[in-house]
Structures are given as structure tokens and as C-alpha cells.
């Protein structure tokens, strides 16, 4: 952003010499500054300066900003994004933009291009010189020197698409602190995003507050107040205090605009201005929504307004400086605005602008948007190899956060735990949580710029990711101890609940919160787990690769490393997994105690018909190494199912053929006997359709558990089908279709402890909707089906029908590998044939 000192003579008015095209004009702001305040104003036509201050015997400062929503409407835009690079200068050189060091400089890199043209040892050491773009700068000067020599060719348009390319996959991209303090008087800092309010705590976010779950947004005198609707499981409104009232106002009016330009379809109508004058604070978006501009996009094209970025010569204005933050860079503008614009890389994808569930009102992705977006990516298979770390990276750092985040904030604010339990828990799970967040910013930067360099002088050192799996493979040895005392932070957690009444309701009640999408103590397996995973992929790198291969010996090395840890902690892994298995049903089985006595392990689930007085009658039985357990689903709020017998394996015999029920056998004990038949029809239409009804009407996300998922769909599962669901967790963005709709839908998905959680983005706290795939059956589409499209699988049980697109041919392959493991029964041995097959 650049600055212009005014004189503080009013009336004072400032018209754009810029080519600032009339549709770029909603997306650009003007500040004015004060030593007192910031007053904000959309273009074009910002009131008299001298009706906006208060006083003048200070000095205020012009700065053009830009706001920061989404880059949706950015390809129109060649200026516009040109004024957004700026943004992102003033911000890397405010600390604004909060980013790793490699980050950074990649940035600045980008904008030496932007400015100097190709690499010149002399030009870049001058300019960095000259101009500060990070606080760190002499730090990573030779970084920055390094990556801008693999720059060349790169216009200064292109230039501005990288740095925005690069800025807005990052976590804190057009996040602005605005410092308030909670009721017990913590400092916090509020800030606005697109999906709504969100908190930290320095910069660590602690809650998201959802437009969706917003009743009101309000302030009176220094209190910032937030109404949510009464169905949150929080209390229904929440207190901010600010700095001043203006503080207040500025924020509430930032939080409406936000609001307004993402929520609403159609722009608000203005009110007619009353003659007298009204008390109290008024304010409405005088802008096009989101949806608006994307509509326009769609009806218009891509009309850009002409205008050329130059390199050389600049044209400097030379201003004095009245405010620390002016800009010490010039501005470079072209001398002509009539050149024809220069061509840029492809639309960046839009958000998502409908519900998850309901086929009503999805708004179809364009194909010509989705093909533009497909093309611009490598086609090398490594590099969706690569991809795939870097999504499932993303999920697992968000599953610890359901610890480190979520779960410690519960049990902080309810003073449920003791201090030891908190110590022992936290103090072997933060260590790894930071590590993975340096992790998965390593990884983020990589691909960024793998997908951005297709040219044939920037091949061998971006398309690459064995030597960043090296060095973490080798740094995650480091915390093979905190890996190893997982058995004790589960074991201790178990009791400490068993003990502590408050503890024991305050982790039910977590496990029923929409964050909390698996049973609690999974996301405690979830390290342990990610190393295997990681061993997985990196296998696949290699058999992928070459002997010769540049990438190949790094791959072979980190593989090396990473199964050496996976080797020392697999038996634990064994034995951690059956004991969350056993604690699991636990909780969900009311008649039993001490299930996780020392010894039994879990062997199956699934569902059987028992003979009773009133005939057939559905139970889930539970297979255990010592004794097997029959139940039922009750009716209770939380959906546990009730213990009817308990059945010693020792001494078990079964019979069959004794009864003229088809599929019927005998199972005999020491303490009682049972007739027991399996199903071997399929559901009617009307049933299958009331089961399904039944698991989307459950409320909490015990409905998605494999007990609840087997009982509707009469199957089973055993644990080597557990362990093989752990090995093919997968997350990525997909483009969805129901059977009857007409256009696609982009999500992100995450298939885990066999289902699809779906996601509008990767960003999302928790999923919106989930599919359990247990008895589903997974295909490509027929001619029937009317798909032309590749790379297409489709979801069917019974009438149910989804399509699902993926981006590549290996991540279609992938996605039916690891579908196909846990949807179709087909292969799936029954329970009935497990327990003649089982040695008693």
C-alpha cells in the first residue's frame, strides 16, 4: 500500500489517477489515519477529510488498502491484484502476515521479481539494501537472493499471482487482530473471517465462532457482545471488552461488512434517511455480495480493466514522511493505460456457497473453471504422491488439535483434572503438535512451489519431496520418547475418568461436541499412527522412483528412518488400539464391568438374530479372545446398547441344522443356551430407507460408530478390518454429485474409521455431514449413469447413489483403494462364519 502525506489544510479530497476499474472498486478501501483513529471508506467516493477528523493540528496519512476477501474475483482483476501484492509487502514488513522465516522469504523473492526483474547479483544486492520488505531481513537476505534466481522469465504479473498464490494457503492470510480481554479479564485478541468470529490467544486460535451459530452481533460502550442461538452448547451470549468505544464500533462494522459480503445473496437495500436525527450506531453494506460477484464472473467473463505492470522505470513519488508507516518503496506505475493486459495463470478455485446435505440449492462448480484449475497442476506422479502427505497432513494436525486445543480448553474452564493428568497428558502431545505445525508449513511451501514451476529451468529442485520427508524423518526420531508413553497417558486418562465424576461428564459431553468426530481417546492413537502412514507413502515414493532418480535416495533414506521408529512402536501400537477399542465399547455398553480387564482382546462386531419368545429378534454380539456378548440398542440419549448375555468362550459348542430356520445354528455354554440365525436377505426399500433415516436424524457422532454403523447395516467388522482401516486413512478436496443433480460440488473429504467426513474447506473445525461406507459398494459410473467426465467413482447402497471426482488418475486410484477396504462387504467374513471358524 502506498502512502501520501496530506496537508491539514481542509476541505481536503483525493480522486483515483489509477486505473481502478468500476467492478474492483467493492474489493478496495480507503484509510484515513490519525494519531487518534483509523477511518475506513469504500471507493469512490469517500467523504471530505476534514468532516472525518476531529482536529487537524496532527498530521493524517493517505494509505490505499486493500480488503481482504476471498480471491475469488481476483483473475478479472490485473490492477486490483496488483494493489493486493502491495498489501501483502506492507504486511510481510508490518509482521502482519504471520509466516515461518522460508515462507517469507519465498515471498520476498517474488516481490524482488515483481520489482527488479530476473536475477542480477548486483540489482538484488542494492535493492535489498535499499528496501526492508521482512523485520528478518538480513537474516534470509541469501535465501532470498537463492529463490529468486530460480524466478527468471517470471513477468511482474505472474509475480503478484505467486505471492497471492502462496499467501492465501497460509493459516493466519487476512487475519487482523483487533486486542480485547475476555470476562475474566485474559487478553485475547477478536479477528474476522469469512466463516466468521475467531479467537486467540496470542496467535493461537481457541474457538471459531460460525456466522451460522451468530444471533447478533452489538456493542455498548467497551463491550463487544456476541449472541448465539440457544441450540450452541455454550452460553448464549459472550462479552468482549475493548479498548475504547471506537475500537468497538470500528470492529462491529468490519464483523457486518464480513457478514454481509458471505452470507447474503442479494446486497442490502438502503434505508431511507430519517429527517430527524436518530441516537445510536447504524450501519449496512453498501457493496455487492459474494455471491453477487461471482454471478457477474460467471455472466460477464473475464474483462480486465487495460493495464500493464512494468519493471523499469519507476516512477517514484517523492512525499514526506509524516507517519511511521510510510512506505519507503516507490510505485511503480505504467505510462500508458491503454497497453493491452498481460495474460496470467488460471482462476484460483471459489469457495463453496451452499449446504453440505441438501441437493436443493448446491451451486454447480464451472467445468471450464475446474479443467483451467486441473491443467496448471504437474502431472508427474509424485507429485500427487506428494499432495497426498501434504492433505493427510493437514487432517491429522487437526485431529491434534482436538487435544491440544479443544479438549485442554474444556477441562481448563471445568477444572476437571488434576494437575498430574494435565502435565502427563499435554506435555507429550504439544511437544509433537508444534513439531507437525513446522511440519506441515514445510510441506505447504513445497508443494506451492512445485505447483507453480512447470517451467523446464526450475525442474530438480522444487519437484522434489524426499529431501523435506529426510529431515523431518530424521528430527521426528527426537520424540520417540513422548511416542512411547501414550500406553501411560491412556491407561491414566481411563482411570482418572472411572475415578473423577466431573472429569468423567466433562469427557462425555466433549465426545458429543461436533468437533469431537471419533471417539475421544482415538485422537491420542492418531501419532503413533501418522508414522505408519508415513512409511506407507514413502514406499510408495519409492517404488515409484527410479535407482537413478535425483529424489530417490532422500525417499530411501527417510524410509529407512521412519520404519525404524514404526518398528520399536508397532506392538505398542497393537496394544494401544485394543485397549481404545475396549474402552470404547465401554462407554457405549451398559451391563458390563471391567471390560479392559488385563488379557482380553477384541475380536469382532456384528450383527445376528436371536431366537426369543417373540421370535427373531436383532442383537449385536461382541466377540472377545475370552467370552462373547449379545446386546441390544436402547432407547437412551446417547444411543448405548444394553447387555443382554455374557458367554464364556471356554467350553463353547456350536451346532447346526438343528432347526428348520434357514441360516440358523446352536451356540451352547456352560451357563445358558442360544439359537441364533444371520440374514442373508436383503433389506426392503422401506427398511433400508427408515436405517438410513435413523442414522442422519442422531444428533451426536456416536451414530457413526462401527457398532451403530454394523446394526443398521447387518454387517460386521473385525479388528484386523480396524487396523487396515487405520493404514488407509486419506483426506483431500473432491468434487461431489448426487445422482439427480446437474452440477459438482467441491468438498473436503476424510475417510477414517470407515466413513467420509465431509468439509466445506480443510480449515473447518468440524465435519458438516458424514457417510458411513460400511455396505456400500464402489464402481466407476455405466453409460446409464450419464457421467463424461474421468477420474469418476461412484458410491451406491441401494437406491443411494454418489458420484465422486478426483483430480488425477492416482488419486482416483487411491480414493477406490481405501474405499473399497472398508465399503464393500463382499469379501467381509461373517460373524456367524468367524465363531465356527474361532478355536475355544
Not at 256 to 285: A, M, W
Not at 492 to 501: G, S, Y
Not at 607 to 634: E, I, N, P
Not at 727 to 733: A, D, I, P, V
Request: aromatic content about 12%.
Amino acid at each position: 500500500c502506498q502512502s501520501f502525506s496530506l496537508p491539514p489544510s481542509p476541505p481536503f479530497t483525493y480522486s483515483f489517477p489509477w486505473p481502478v476499474h468500476k467492478d474492483e472498486r467493492p474489493l478496495l478501501l480507503i484509510a484515513y489515519t490519525t494519531a487518534c483513529r483509523e477511518l475506513l471508506h469504500k471507493l469512490p467516493t469517500p467523504p471530505l477529510i476534514n468532516n472525518q477528523i476531529w482536529s487537524c493540528t496532527s498530521s493524517c496519512v493517505f494509505k490505499c488498502c486493500c480488503m481482504l476477501f476471498n480471491f475469488v474475483l481476483l483473475p478479472l482483476f490485473l490492477f486490483c491484484r496488483y494493489l493486493f501484492s502491495l498489501q501483502m509487502k506492507r504486511d510481510l514488513m508490518e509482521s502482519r502476515l504471520i509466516c515461518t522465516e522460508n515462507t517469507g522469504a519465498l515471498l520476498a523473492s517474488h516481490l524482488v521479481q515483481s520489482e527488479i526483474g530476473d536475477y542480477d547479483d548486483v540489482a538484488d544486492g542494492d535493492f535489498l539494501r535499499n528496501n526492508k520488505l521482512l523485520p528478518y531481513q538480513e537474516k534470509v537476505q541469501e535465501r532470498i537472493m537463492e529463490l529468486h534466481r530460480r524466478h527468471l522469465g517470471q513477468t511482474p504479473a505472474e509475480s503478484d499471482f505467486q505471492i497471492l498464490e502462496i499467501a492465501r494457503k497460509l493459516e493466519m492470510y487476512g487475519v487482523r487482530f483487533h486486542p480485547a480481554a475476555d470476562r475474566e479479564g485474559t487478553k485475547i485478541n477478536l479477528a474476522v473471517a469469512h466463516m466468521g468470529l475467531q479467537v486467540f490467544q496470542g496467535n493461537t486460535k481457541i474457538n471459531t465462532f460460525n456466522w451460522s451459530k451468530i444471533r447478533k452481533l452489538s456493542f455498548k460502550r467497551k463491550r463487544f457482545l456476541i449472541k448465539l442461538h440457544p441450540e450452541s452448547l455454550i452460553s448464549d451470549t459472550l462479552e468482549f471488552m475493548m479498548a475504547s468505544r471506537d475500537q468497538c464500533k470500528i470492529f462491529w462494522k468490519i464483523c457486518v461488512e464480513y457478514h454481509s459480503f458471505f452470507r447474503l445473496f442479494d446486497q442490502p437495500q438502503p434505508k431511507s434517511k430519517t429527517i430527524l436525527f436518530t441516537r445510536g450506531s447504524s450501519f449496512r453494506y453498501s457493496g455487492r455480495t459474494q455471491k453477487q460477484l461471482v454471478d457477474y464472473v460467471r455472466e460477464n467473463g473475464a474483462k480486465r480493466t487495460p493495464y500493464q505492470r512494468c519493471v523499469f522505470p519507476h516512477i517514484v513519488y517523492t512525499l514526506p514522511q509524516l507517519s511511521p508507516y510510510h512506505s519507503k518503496d516507490p510505485l511503480c506505475l505504467s505510462p500508458s493505460y491503454q497497453m493491452s493486459t498481460l495474460s496470467l495463470p488460471g482462476q484460483a478455485p471459489s469457495p463453496l456457497q451452499s449446504p453440505i446435505l441438501s441437493e436443493v440449492g448446491s451451486n454447480a462448480r464451472l467445468e471450464e473453471d475446474e479443467e483451467g484449475r486441473r491443467k496448471r497442476y504437474p502431472t508427474d506422479k509424485a507429485y500427487f504422491i506428494a499432495k497426498e502427505i501434504l492433505t493427510t497432513e493437514r487432517t491429522y494436525l487437526k485431529d491434534l488439535e482436538v487435544i491440544t486445543v479443544w479438549f485442554r480448553s474444556a477441562v481448563i474452564k471445568e477444572n476437571a483434572m488434576p494437575e498430574a493428568l494435565m502435565t502427563l497428558l499435554f506435555s507429550n502431545i504439544d511437544p509433537i503438535y508444534e513439531f507437525h505445525r513446522g511440519f506441515l508449513k514445510e510441506l505447504d511451501q513445497r508443494l506451492a512451489l512445485w505447483e507453480g514451476r512447470s517451467n523446464a529451468h526450475a525442474k530438480g529442485d522444487f519437484q522434489r519431496i524426499g529431501d523435506v520427508m529426510l529431515r523431518n524423518m530424521c528430527a521426528l526420531k527426537e520424540f520417540t520418547g513422548y511416542l512411547q508413553k501414550h500406553d501411560e497417558v491412556l491407561t491414566e486418562l481411563e482411570k482418572a475418568t472411572k475415578r473423577l465424576k466431573k472429569l468423567e461428564t466433562v469427557y462425555k459431553e466433549f465426545e458429543l461436541q461436533k468437533v469431537c468426530y471419533l471417539p475421544l481417546n482415538t485422537f491420542l492413537l492418531k501419532p503413533i499412527q501418522r508414522l505408519m502412514h508415513y512409511k506407507l507413502i514413502l514406499e510408495r515414493l519409492c517404488k515409484h522412483y527410479s535407482p537413478a532418480h535425483r529424489d530417490h535416495d532422500d525417499c530411501k533414506e527417510a524410509l529407512k528412518e521412519v520404519a525404524e521408529i514404526a518398528t520399536q512402536l508397532q506392538s505398542s501400537l497393537i496394544r494401544l488400539e485394543n485397549f481404545q477399542k475396549l474402552t470404547e465399547l465401554q462407554r457405549d455398553l451398559i451391563g458390563i464391568e471391567n471390560l479392559t480387564a488385563p488379557g482380553r482382546e477384541f475380536i469382532r462386531e456384528g450383527c445376528l438374530y436371536k431366537l426369543t419368545k417373540k421370535g427373531l429378534q436383532q442383537r449385536m454380539f461382541f466377540l472377545f479372545s475370552d467370552m462373547l456378548l449379545y446386546t441390544s440398542k436402547g432407547v437412551t440419549a446417547t444411543n448405548q446398547f444394553k447387555v443382554h448375555g455374557q458367554l464364556p468362550l471356554h467350553g463353547m459348542i456350536e451346532s447346526e441344522n438343528e432347526w428348520s430356520v434357514p441360516h440358523c445354528f446352536t451356540i451352547y455354554s456352560a451357563q445358558r443356551t442360544i439359537v441364533v440365525a444371520v440374514s442373508l436377505e436383503q433389506e426392503s426399500e422401506d427398511d433400508m430407507n427408515s436405517s438410513r433415516t435413523s442414522l442422519d436424524k442422531q444428533t451426536h457422532h456416536r451414530a457413526n460408530t462401527t457398532m451403530h454403523v454394523c446394526w443398521h447395516r447387518n454387517t460386521s467388522v473385525s479388528m484386523s478390518d480396524h487396523s487396515l482401516a487405520v493404514e488407509n486413512q486419506l483426506s483431500g478436496y473432491l468434487l461431489r454429485k448426487f445422482k439427480n443433480s446437474n452440477g459438482w460440488q467441491k468438498l473436503w473429504v476424510v475417510f477414517t474409521n470407515f466413513c467420509l467426513f465431509f468439509y466445506k474447506t480443510h480449515q473447518d473445525d468440524f465435519p458438516l455431514a458424514s457417510l458411513p461406507l460400511l455396505g456400500y459398494t464402489v464402481s466407476t459410473p455405466e453409460e446409464c449413469d450419464g457421467i463424461h467426465k474421468e477420474y469418476v467413482f461412484k458410491l451406491q447402497f441401494k437406491s443411494h447413489v454418489y458420484f465422486f471426482r478426483a483430480e488425477s488418475e492416482y488419486t482416483f486410484e487411491r480414493w477406490m483403494e481405501v474405499i473399497k477396504s472398508a465399503a464393500s462387504t463382499a469379501g467381509r467374513m461373517s460373524l456367524s462364519v468367524y465363531l465356527f471358524s474361532f478355536p475355544y
